[in-house]
C-alpha cells in the first residue's frame, strides 16, 4: 500500500516538475514586531502565486528573467518588487501596518482575499486583532466566543466557551495550542476560555475539507498560535478588567546593536478575581474561585535557515468552599519545535510537545477527607516535511507520533481519615499516523489538495482486562427496552507494553477548488476522519471533571465522512466577500449513554456507554465587508444534527443536544475616528433540543417525571445584543479604555427548563408538595463592563 | 466507597446551585406540554418486616396524568390482580383507591415473586426477588451543625455488617413521627441506596439513613434499611437521580428518559407500565429524640 501510494506521488511529482526554474524564497515578517506573518499573499507577474506558511516562510519557482513581486496581507501595506531572475534567490520582506488614518483602516474577518483562490474551503482565520475588537462576553476578550460567530459554530450554552462544529459535539473538535492538545479548553466552569488573547497571534478554525496533516477528532480543527515576542524592542502591556487583570512583555534575545535580535520572547498572564466580590455574599463568604494562566514564547534563529521555538502554556482553575471542598483543573503543556529551511524547495519541521490535563477534587467533610486524582498525559513527537515542488504545488508529509497515559482516578485519604485508598487501573495507547498532503494545480481554473492519513492506534498494557459474558459488558434487552450489565467471567493481565487492541484506519481528504473567474469559484471536499478519545461526560456543559477513555476492547474508534460543496465570491473590489457552503456529515460509532448511566468513580465506564450513528447537513451562508469604516459580516446557518442509538428514542433517530435549526450573527466593527471605536454583534438562534416530560407519577413519596421522546421538545428561541466602546489613546498616550455591555437589552435566555415537584422548606429540609412546576434558569442578564489597558 | 460516594455526589450536585449567581423564573404557566396516553402505574411491593410486621401486603395501581396537572393521579380500580410464587397464587383484592391487599401472603426470603396485573384487556407481569437484609448492630443519633450544604439537628445513624460472598444493595427510609419523610435532593442516588461492591463483608460504621432528613428533640425517628435487588436498585438510582436533577448540575445533567419498570405488558410490549414491583427484607429500629 505505501508503496502505490509513493509511486503515485512520485509520478505527480514528475508531471508539475517543470525544467529551467528558480526558487525564489523567503520570510516574510511584520515590520515593528518582527513577527513572522502566515497566510501572506505572494503574487508573481498576477499570474501565479502563493501564501506564507504558518512560520512566514514561502517558496515559489519561476522561469527566469525579469518578474514583478507583489506582497500583500490586508491591513499592512503592499510591497511590490521587480526582479530579475538568474538562479535561486532568498528574499525576505518586511510588511508594515497601514497607518491608522480613517480612509485606510482595514479589518478583516479571515486573509479574504485569499478565500477565492485559495483550496481551501470550510475554514475561518481570526486575528487577535479583530477578535480583540469584538464586544467582551463577559467584561473579557475570549477567543472561542469569537469563533462562536461564525456559520457553522455554534454555542453549547450561554456564556459557555465550549463549542459545537457542524452538529459534532465538543470533544470532537482538536484544540491545538501551537500544535499541543487542550483536553478541556474552560475555565471557571466553561464561561471563560484557557486562551489568552494577548498571547494569541492567530486561530484557525477547519469546520470541513481538513487536510491529512490533522488527525484525531472528527468534527473540526482549531489551530491556535501563540505570538512569537516582538524581535525589535522590549515592550509590555497591561489590562485591568472588573473580573480579571492581564500583564504580557515581550522582546528581543541577544540583540546587541543589530536591527533585531537572534530571538525573542513573550511572557503573559492572568488572574481572574471574581472571588474578591464573593465575602459580599453571605453564602459565599469562605468560597475560592479562581483561574490564572500564564503563556511563554521563546524563539531563536540559530542561522539563517533554522529556528527553533519554545512554547508553553500553564492554567490553573481553584473552586474551594472551606472545610468542605476543594476542586482544582487545569492545563499545561510545553511544545519545542526546530524549523529548518533545508533548501530553497524543503521546510522542515520537528515538534516534540508535553501536554497534561488533570483534575483533583478534596472532600472535606470531617471523618472522611479524601483527594480524588485523574490526568490524561500525552506526549507527541511530529516531524513534517513541506516540499514546494512548484508554483500551486506543494506537497507535505510527516508522521505524528503520540503516546497515552489516562489515569481515571486515585483516591487518596486527607487528614488521616479512615478512607480506604483506591487505585483505578491506568491506561495506556500509542498512536502512530503517518501522512501525506499533496496541493496541485491542474490548471490556471482547476487546483486539488488531497491526501491520505494511515491511522493506527494501539491500546497496550499494563492492564487488566475484564472478560464478559456475550463478550460485551452490556446486552440491549428489547423487552424492558434496557441494557443489562454483563457479568464478568475473569480477567486478562496484559504486561507492561503487551498490545491488547489494535486499530489501522485509512482516512483519505479531497479538496477541489475551481475558479470561475477572478472573483468567483466553486469548491468541493470530502473528508474521513477517525477519533479515538470518547470523552466520556452526562453533561452537555463543560464540566472539569471529564473522563477521557481510549478506544479499546469494548469502545470502537467514532468516525465521519463529510461532503462539502462551497460558492464564493468577491465584489466591490474585495470590499465585500460572500460565501454559500453546504456540508453533510455522516457520524459512526458515537457515543452516548445508557438511560440512567452512572459515571462518578466507574471504572469500567465501558458499562455505561452505548454506541450508534449520526448525521448533520446544513446551509452556512456568510456575507463579509472587508474594508471602510463600517466592517463586519453577517453569516446564517440552517443546519440539522441527529443521531440514532439502540435503547434511546425507540431506537429512532433523535435530534442531538447540540441541533440548532436557525442561526444568524450580525458582527459590525465601526471606526468613528482616530480615538472611538464601536462593536456590536447579534446573535439569535434556534432553541436547543429537549425532553419535556408528557406525564407524571408518584413512586417512592416522589413525583416523577415520565417522558416520551429524546430531544422531542424546544428550548424558547435564544438572542442577545452584545455592544462595545474603545476609546483609544491620544497621539502618544498609551492608554485604552473599552467600555461594554453584554447581553444589552438583558435578555433573559433559556439556558435549561427544569420541570419537577414543589417543595416548601420547612425547618431548613425541602419538604416535597406533591405539586409540580416548571422554572427556567438563565445564566446571564445584562452585564456591563470596564477594561483599561496600558502600553508600555 | 459508599461513603466517599455518598459525600461526593452530595456536594457536587450542590455546588453546581451556589455557584451560578443564575436567575431562575417559574414558567408553569407559560409552557403546553404534550401529553401522552395514560399508563399504569404501581406503587409498592412486598415488604418482609421482622421488627413490626405487616397486617397485609398492599399495592397501590393509578394512571399516569399530565406532568403539570394539579389533579392527583386517577385510580386503578377495575384491574384484576394476583401475586405468585410458582405454586401459590394469592389474589390482592381491591380496598378502594387503588390500593390493592392481601392478608395471607408472607413474604420468605429468596423466593421470586411474580405480580400479574390485568387491566383493560392486557395483562402486564413483572418479577422481584426477596434478599435478606442484615440486623443494625447498633441505632443511634447525632447532632451536627449546619453548613451551606446540609441543615442542622439531629441525624439517625447506624452501624450494620455487609454479609460477605453475596451481592447485596441497599435502600434507606427516615420516617418523622411514623411518617415517611424524604427531599427530593440531588444527593439521593448517592446517599438513599447503596451496594457492597466496594465493602462486601465489612462492617460499615456510622452511616447516615438519610443525611438530608434532621430530626429535633421530641421527633419519634424510624430509619429502615432494605434488603433490595439489584434490579430494584439500578430503578431507585434512577429514579432519586431524575427527581434530584432540580437545577444546573456541576456534576451533569443526563438526558431524561422513562425509568423502565420491571412490569411487561405481555399483549402490547409497546404500551408500558411504569413504577416498580419489588420485594424487600426491612430492618427498623426507632428513637425518640432527646438533648
Given at each position: 500500500?505505501?508503496?502505490?501510494?509513493?509511486?503515485?506521488?512520485?509520478?505527480?511529482?514528475?508531471?508539475?516538475?517543470?525544467?529551467?526554474?528558480?526558487?525564489?524564497?523567503?520570510?516574510?515578517?511584520?515590520?515593528?514586531?518582527?513577527?513572522?506573518?502566515?497566510?501572506?499573499?505572494?503574487?508573481?507577474?498576477?499570474?501565479?502565486?502563493?501564501?506564507?506558511?504558518?512560520?512566514?516562510?514561502?517558496?515559489?519557482?519561476?522561469?527566469?528573467?525579469?518578474?514583478?513581486?507583489?506582497?500583500?496581507?490586508?491591513?499592512?501595506?503592499?510591497?511590490?518588487?521587480?526582479?530579475?531572475?538568474?538562479?535561486?534567490?532568498?528574499?525576505?520582506?518586511?510588511?508594515?501596518?497601514?497607518?491608522?488614518?480613517?480612509?485606510?483602516?482595514?479589518?478583516?474577518?479571515?486573509?479574504?482575499?485569499?478565500?477565492?483562490?485559495?483550496?481551501?474551503?470550510?475554514?475561518?482565520?481570526?486575528?487577535?486583532?479583530?477578535?480583540?475588537?469584538?464586544?467582551?462576553?463577559?467584561?473579557?476578550?475570549?477567543?472561542?466566543?469569537?469563533?462562536?460567530?461564525?456559520?457553522?459554530?455554534?454555542?453549547?450554552s450561554?456564556?459557555?466557551?465550549?463549542?459545537?462544529?457542524?452538529?459534532?459535539?465538543?470533544?470532537?473538535?482538536?484544540?491545538?495550542?501551537?500544535?499541543?492538545?487542550?483536553?478541556?479548553?474552560?475555565?471557571?466552569?466553561?464561561?471563560?476560555?484557557?486562551?489568552?488573547?494577548?498571547?494569541?497571534?492567530?486561530?484557525?478554525?477547519?469546520?470541513?475539507?481538513?487536510?491529512?496533516?490533522?488527525?484525531?477528532?472528527?468534527?473540526?480543527?482549531?489551530?491556535?498560535?501563540?505570538?512569537?515576542?516582538?524581535?525589535?524592542?522590549?515592550?509590555?502591556?497591561?489590562?485591568?478588567?472588573?473580573?480579571?487583570?492581564?500583564?504580557?512583555?515581550?522582546?528581543?534575545?541577544?540583540?546587541?546593536?543589530?536591527?533585531?535580535?537572534?530571538?525573542?520572547?513573550?511572557?503573559?498572564?492572568?488572574?481572574?478575581?471574581?472571588?474578591?466580590?464573593?465575602?459580599?455574599?453571605?453564602d459565599?463568604?469562605?468560597?475560592?474561585?479562581?483561574?490564572?494562566?500564564?503563556?511563554?514564547?521563546?524563539?531563536?534563529?540559530?542561522?539563517?535557515?533554522?529556528?527553533?521555538?519554545?512554547?508553553?502554556?500553564?492554567?490553573?482553575?481553584?473552586?474551594?468552599?472551606?472545610?468542605?471542598?476543594?476542586?482544582?483543573?487545569?492545563?499545561?503543556?510545553?511544545?519545542?519545535?526546530?524549523?529548518?529551511?533545508?533548501?530553497?524547495?524543503?521546510?522542515?519541521?520537528?515538534?516534540?510537545?508535553?501536554?497534561?490535563?488533570?483534575?483533583?477534587?478534596?472532600?472535606?467533610?470531617?471523618?472522611?477527607?479524601?483527594?480524588?486524582?485523574?490526568?490524561?498525559?500525552?506526549?507527541?513527537?511530529?516531524?513534517?516535511?513541506?516540499?514546494?515542488?512548484?508554483?500551486?504545488?506543494?506537497?507535505?508529509?510527516?508522521?505524528?507520533?503520540?503516546?497515552?497515559?489516562?489515569?481515571?482516578?486515585?483516591?487518596?485519604?486527607?487528614?488521616?481519615?479512615?478512607?480506604?485508598?483506591?487505585?483505578?487501573?491506568?491506561?495506556?495507547?500509542?498512536?502512530?499516523?503517518?501522512?501525506?498532503?499533496?496541493?496541485?494545480?491542474?490548471?490556471?481554473?482547476?487546483?486539488?489538495?488531497?491526501?491520505?492519513?494511515?491511522?493506527?492506534?494501539?491500546?497496550?498494557?499494563?492492564?487488566?482486562?475484564?472478560?464478559?459474558?456475550?463478550?460485551?459488558?452490556?446486552?440491549?434487552?428489547?423487552?424492558?427496552d434496557l441494557?443489562?450489565?454483563?457479568?464478568?467471567?475473569?480477567?486478562?493481565?496484559?504486561?507492561?507494553?503487551?498490545?491488547?487492541?489494535?486499530?489501522?484506519?485509512?482516512?483519505?481528504?479531497?479538496?477541489?477548488?475551481?475558479?470561475?473567474?477572478?472573483?468567483?469559484?466553486?469548491?468541493?471536499?470530502?473528508?474521513?476522519?477517525?477519533?479515538?478519545?470518547?470523552?466520556?461526560?452526562n453533561s452537555a456543559s463543560?464540566t472539569?471533571?471529564?473522563?477521557?477513555?481510549?478506544?479499546?476492547?469494548?469502545?470502537?474508534?467514532?468516525?465521519?465522512?463529510?461532503?462539502?460543496?462551497?460558492?464564493?465570491?468577491?465584489?466591490?473590489?474585495?470590499?465585500?466577500?460572500?460565501?454559500?457552503?453546504?456540508?453533510?456529515?455522516?457520524?459512526?460509532?458515537?457515543?452516548?449513554f445508557v438511560d440512567g448511566a452512572d459515571l462518578l468513580?466507574?471504572?469500567?465506564?465501558?458499562?455505561?456507554?452505548?454506541?450508534?450513528?449520526?448525521?448533520?447537513?446544513?446551509?452556512?451562508?456568510?456575507?463579509?465587508?472587508?474594508?471602510?469604516?463600517?466592517?463586519?459580516?453577517?453569516?446564517?446557518?440552517?443546519?440539522?444534527?441527529?443521531?440514532?442509538?439502540?435503547?434511546i428514542n425507540?431506537?429512532?433517530?433523535y435530534?442531538?443536544n447540540?441541533?440548532?435549526?436557525?442561526?444568524?450573527?450580525?458582527?459590525?466593527?465601526?471606526?468613528?475616528?482616530?480615538?472611538?471605536?464601536?462593536?456590536?454583534?447579534?446573535?439569535?438562534?434556534?432553541g436547543r433540543p429537549v425532553t419535556f416530560p408528557t406525564g407524571k407519577f408518584e413512586q417512592e413519596g416522589l413525583i416523577v417525571a415520565d417522558f416520551d421522546n429524546r430531544n422531542g421538545n424546544r428550548l424558547p428561541?435564544?438572542?442577545?445584543?452584545?455592544?462595545?466602546?474603545?476609546?483609544?489613546?491620544?497621539?502618544?498616550?498609551?492608554?485604552?479604555?473599552?467600555?461594554?455591555?453584554?447581553?444589552?437589552?438583558?435578555?433573559q435566555n433559556a439556558a435549561t427548563i427544569f420541570f419537577r415537584e414543589r417543595t416548601q422548606e420547612i425547618n431548613d429540609v425541602d419538604i416535597p408538595l406533591g405539586t409540580t412546576e416548571a422554572s427556567k434558569f438563565s445564566f446571564?442578564?445584562?452585564?456591563?463592563?470596564?477594561?483599561?489597558?496600558?502600553?508600555? | 466507597?459508599?461513603?466517599?460516594k455518598r459525600i461526593f455526589g452530595l456536594n457536587i450536585m450542590a455546588l453546581g446551585c451556589v455557584f451560578f449567581l443564575a436567575c431562575e423564573t417559574d414558567v408553569t404557566d407559560d409552557i403546553d406540554l404534550a401529553s401522552s396516553p395514560p399508563k399504569l402505574v404501581i406503587q409498592g411491593g412486598?415488604e418482609?418486616?421482622?421488627?413490626?410486621?405487616?397486617?397485609?401486603?398492599e399495592i397501590l395501581l393509578t394512571v399516569t396524568n399530565d406532568f403539570l396537572s394539579e389533579e392527583p393521579n386517577p385510580a386503578v380500580t377495575?384491574a384484576?390482580?394476583?401475586?405468585?410464587?410458582?405454586?401459590?397464587?394469592?389474589?390482592?383484592?381491591?380496598?378502594g383507591s387503588g390500593v390493592y391487599?392481601?392478608?395471607?401472603?408472607?413474604?420468605?426470603?429468596?423466593?421470586?415473586?411474580?405480580?400479574?396485573i390485568?387491566?383493560?384487556?392486557?395483562?402486564y407481569?413483572g418479577?422481584d426477588?426477596?434478599?435478606?437484609?442484615?440486623?443494625?448492630?447498633?441505632?443511634?443519633?447525632?447532632?451536627e451543625?449546619g453548613t451551606i450544604f446540609s441543615p442542622e439537628g439531629y441525624f439517625l445513624?447506624?452501624?450494620?455488617?455487609?454479609?460477605?460472598?453475596?451481592?447485596?444493595y441497599y435502600y434507606y427510609r427516615a420516617f418523622r413521627n411514623g411518617e415517611f419523610v424524604i427531599v427530593p435532593d440531588p444527593g439521593n442516588a448517592q446517599i438513599l441506596i447503596a451496594s457492597?461492591?466496594?465493602?462486601?463483608?465489612?462492617?460499615?460504621?456510622?452511616?447516615d439513613i438519610n443525611g438530608e432528613v434532621p430530626f429535633q428533640?421530641?421527633e419519634l425517628a424510624t430509619g429502615q434499611q432494605l434488603?433490595i435487588s439489584?434490579e430494584y436498585f439500578d430503578y431507585l438510582f434512577q429514579l432519586f437521580t431524575q427527581t434530584g436533577n432540580t437545577g444546573i448540575n456541576f456534576g451533569g445533567n443526563p438526558p431524561p428518559a422513562t425509568i423502565r419498570s420491571n412490569l411487561?405488558?405481555?399483549?402490547?410490549?409497546?404500551r408500558r407500565a411504569v413504577g416498580f414491583f419489588y420485594?424487600a427484607?426491612v430492618?427498623e429500629?426507632?428513637?425518640?429524640?432527646?438533648?
Open positions: 500500500m505505501k508503496k502505490t501510494v509513493f509511486c503515485i506521488l512520485m509520478c505527480i511529482a514528475h508531471s508539475v516538475w517543470s525544467q529551467n526554474e528558480y526558487t525564489i524564497s523567503g520570510y516574510v515578517k511584520e515590520f515593528s514586531s518582527g513577527e513572522a506573518l502566515f497566510g501572506v499573499n505572494v503574487l508573481i507577474d498576477n499570474t501565479m502565486g502563493t501564501t506564507t506558511n504558518e512560520y512566514g516562510f514561502y517558496s515559489i519557482s519561476l522561469s527566469g528573467g525579469p518578474h514583478t513581486i507583489v506582497v500583500s496581507y490586508l491591513g499592512f501595506q503592499t510591497i511590490t518588487e521587480p526582479i530579475t531572475l538568474e538562479g535561486d534567490r532568498r528574499i525576505n520582506f518586511d510588511l508594515r501596518e497601514e497607518s491608522n488614518a480613517l480612509d485606510e483602516v482595514v479589518v478583516t474577518s479571515s486573509s479574504k482575499s485569499n478565500d477565492v483562490r485559495s483550496v481551501e474551503m470550510s475554514v475561518a482565520t481570526l486575528k487577535t486583532g479583530v477578535i480583540k475588537k469584538l464586544p467582551p462576553a463577559i467584561g473579557e476578550v475570549d477567543v472561542l466566543k469569537s469563533i462562536q460567530l461564525l456559520p457553522g459554530v455554534s454555542s453549547v450561554e456564556g459557555s466557551s465550549g463549542f459545537n462544529v457542524r452538529g459534532g459535539s465538543s470533544d470532537q473538535n482538536l484544540v491545538l495550542l501551537d500544535d499541543a492538545t487542550i483536553f478541556n479548553a474552560s475555565h471557571l466552569l466553561g464561561f471563560f476560555s484557557v486562551f489568552n488573547a494577548d498571547a494569541v497571534k492567530d486561530v484557525k478554525l477547519y469546520k470541513g475539507g481538513i487536510p491529512a496533516t490533522f488527525g484525531g477528532r472528527l468534527s473540526s480543527v482549531l489551530d491556535i498560535k501563540q505570538k512569537e515576542g516582538n524581535l525589535k524592542k522590549f515592550g509590555g502591556e497591561l489590562g485591568i478588567g472588573l473580573i480579571s487583570s492581564r500583564a504580557l512583555i515581550e522582546g528581543p534575545i541577544a540583540k546587541g546593536d543589530s536591527d533585531e535580535g537572534k530571538g525573542s520572547y513573550l511572557l503573559a498572564g492572568r488572574r481572574s478575581y471574581i472571588d474578591l466580590f464573593a465575602p459580599l455574599l453571605d459565599l463568604e469562605d468560597t475560592q474561585l479562581y483561574f490564572y494562566d500564564i503563556n511563554l514564547k521563546v524563539n531563536y534563529n540559530l542561522n539563517e535557515n533554522n529556528r527553533l521555538f519554545l512554547s508553553g502554556y500553564f492554567g490553573q482553575d481553584k473552586f474551594a468552599v472551606e472545610n468542605i471542598f476543594g476542586n482544582t483543573y487545569g492545563n499545561s503543556s510545553a511544545t519545542l519545535r526546530w524549523t529548518s529551511v533545508l533548501s530553497d524547495k524543503l521546510f522542515l519541521q520537528t515538534s516534540g510537545i508535553f501536554s497534561d490535563y488533570n483534575y483533583e477534587v478534596d472532600v472535606l467533610t470531617s471523618g472522611t477527607e479524601f483527594q480524588w486524582e485523574s490526568s490524561i498525559v500525552n506526549y507527541n513527537f511530529k516531524p513534517r516535511l513541506s516540499w514546494f515542488i512548484s508554483s500551486g504545488n506543494t506537497l507535505k508529509t510527516g508522521v505524528d507520533f503520540t503516546y497515552y497515559e489516562f489515569n481515571p482516578g486515585e483516591i487518596s485519604p486527607l487528614n488521616n481519615s479512615n478512607t480506604t485508598p483506591q487505585d483505578f487501573q491506568e491506561k495506556f495507547a500509542l498512536e502512530t499516523a503517518p501522512y501525506v498532503d499533496f496541493e496541485q494545480k491542474i490548471s490556471e481554473k482547476l487546483s486539488l489538495q488531497y491526501g491520505l492519513r494511515l491511522s493506527f492506534f494501539q491500546r497496550i498494557g499494563e492492564e487488566s482486562v475484564p472478560v464478559y459474558e456475550n463478550g460485551e459488558p452490556l446486552t440491549y434487552n428489547p423487552t424492558l441494557f443489562e450489565e454483563n457479568t464478568i467471567l475473569s480477567e486478562t493481565q496484559f504486561g507492561s507494553g503487551d498490545v491488547i487492541e489494535s486499530f489501522t484506519n485509512l482516512e483519505p481528504r479531497a479538496s477541489a477548488r475551481f475558479l470561475w473567474n477572478e472573483t468567483t469559484s466553486v469548491k468541493a471536499s470530502y473528508n474521513r476522519n477517525y477519533q479515538y478519545l470518547h470523552l466520556i461526560s463543560a472539569p471533571l471529564d473522563i477521557w477513555a481510549p478506544s479499546g476492547p469494548f469502545l470502537r474508534p467514532q468516525f465521519s465522512d463529510q461532503y462539502a460543496l462551497g460558492y464564493f465570491k468577491t465584489f466591490k473590489d474585495n470590499t465585500f466577500d460572500f460565501s454559500l457552503e453546504a456540508y453533510y456529515k455522516d457520524l459512526r460509532d458515537v457515543t452516548d468513580f466507574e471504572e469500567d465506564v465501558e458499562t455505561q456507554v452505548v454506541q450508534g450513528d449520526g448525521r448533520a447537513y446544513g446551509l452556512e451562508f456568510q456575507l463579509n465587508k472587508n474594508s471602510g469604516k463600517l466592517t463586519g459580516w453577517l453569516s446564517y446557518t440552517l443546519s440539522r444534527t441527529e443521531r440514532q442509538i439502540l435503547g425507540n431506537n429512532e433517530y435530534p442531538a447540540n441541533d440548532q435549526t436557525h442561526e444568524v450573527s450580525l458582527v459590525g466593527i465601526y471606526q468613528l475616528n482616530d480615538r472611538w471605536e464601536f462593536g456590536a454583534n447579534f446573535v439569535y438562534g434556534s428561541a435564544f438572542h442577545r445584543l452584545d455592544l462595545s466602546a474603545t476609546l483609544n489613546p491620544k497621539k502618544g498616550g498609551n492608554g485604552t479604555w473599552i467600555f461594554s455591555i453584554a447581553n444589552a437589552y438583558n435578555r446571564l442578564g445584562i452585564v456591563p463592563s470596564v477594561t483599561y489597558q496600558f502600553k508600555f | 466507597m459508599k461513603t466517599i412486598l418482609r418486616n421482622l421488627t413490626s410486621p405487616l397486617v397485609q401486603q377495575n384484576q390482580v394476583s401475586i405468585t410464587d410458582g405454586t401459590t397464587v394469592w389474589q390482592m383484592n381491591h380496598q391487599s392481601n392478608t395471607e401472603l408472607s413474604p420468605q426470603i429468596g423466593t421470586t415473586y411474580t405480580m400479574i390485568e387491566w383493560e384487556g392486557e395483562t407481569q418479577s426477588t426477596l434478599n435478606e437484609v442484615p440486623r443494625f448492630d447498633r441505632f443511634f443519633t447525632e447532632f451543625e445513624k447506624f452501624d450494620t455488617t455487609d454479609p460477605a460472598n453475596v451481592e447485596n457492597d461492591e466496594f465493602n462486601d463483608g465489612q462492617q460499615i460504621i456510622g452511616a428533640v421530641g434488603g439489584e411487561i405488558n405481555l399483549d402490547t410490549p409497546g420485594t427484607d430492618e429500629a426507632t428513637i425518640t429524640i432527646t438533648e
